[in-house]
């Protein structure tokens, strides 16, 4: 079973620009996380989407938002870059479990790491 | 109060013997835990998860759960080099978030 992609792997962009990341979870799992890592604060929670729509947020600004598509794959945008948004931008898919949590196993793609000049 | 503590390391152990990594939590209500793997410019890699007091074992690995004392372990047997990276340590909070650890950097000595 192919894993969870992440498309671009790098990018380049410049202060005030805007940005579009892009995620295809695992065949079969309908939630997707995403996250931002960066060394000072480690890995922080943006949002998570399940069945078209966002289920949990995180403490972001506005500039950050997401969607997520009827085959489960995941866009996440951030407009007005600033330099402190360069970052790891990962995303996480997974299967939500009969216990009613949606936030099982999450499984990790490669990320996309933004360069913000 | 951080809502999920690990030590930052590094932590240097010796090949063969067994690692101790700890991680604390604040949110008592929490009710799923993670143990996460991650080598230097990779991807987190879930090793563990862990739902009930007590141990669990996959392997070499063993998570230890303590809901009362808000702390969960991961011990690595028999260490090899090829353990040699930053585990975290996540939990879901009451909020249904994953809030993640900063890591411990674990070093295997050959």
């Known amino acids: 079973k192919a894993g969870v992609t992440q498309t671009p792997r790098y990018l380049i962009k410049t202060r005030g620009q805007q940005v579009t990341l892009s995620c295809s979870p695992i065949s079969g799992h309908r939630s997707v996380s995403w996250y931002q890592q960066t060394p000072g604060q480690g890995l922080q929670f943006l949002f998570e989407y399940f069945s078209e729509t966002q289920r949990n947020k995180g403490n972001f600004p506005g500039r950050f938002s997401g969607r997520q598509f009827s085959n489960s794959r995941s866009e996440m945008n951030v407009s007005t870059l600033e330099l402190g948004d360069s970052a790891l931008y990962l995303c996480?898919?997974?299967?939500?479990?009969?216990?009613?949590?949606?936030?099982?196993?999450?499984?990790f793609g490669p990320g996309t790491r933004l360069t913000v000049l | 109060q951080k809502e999920v503590e690990q030590n930052s390391g590094p932590l240097s152990v010796p090949e063969g013997a067994i690692a101790s990594l700890n991680c604390t939590y604040s949110?008592?209500?929490?009710?799923?835990f993670f143990w996460y793997r991650q080598y230097s410019g990779k991807s987190p890699e879930l090793i563990m998860s862990i739902y009930s007091n007590g141990d669990k074992e996959d392997g070499r690995f063993t998570a230890q759960l303590n809901k009362a004392s808000q702390y969960v372990s991961l011990l690595i047997r028999d260490s090899q080099p090829s353990d040699s990276a930053t585990y975290l340590c996540?939990?879901?909070?009451?909020?249904?978030?994953?809030?993640f650890g900063k890591g411990t950097r674990l070093h295997i000595l050959p």
């Open positions: 949110d008592r209500v929490s009710q799923s």
């Open positions: 996480a898919s997974s299967f939500p479990t009969s216990g009613g949590s949606y936030y099982n196993e999450q499984f």
């Open positions: 996540a939990v879901l909070n009451r909020d249904d978030k994953i809030i």
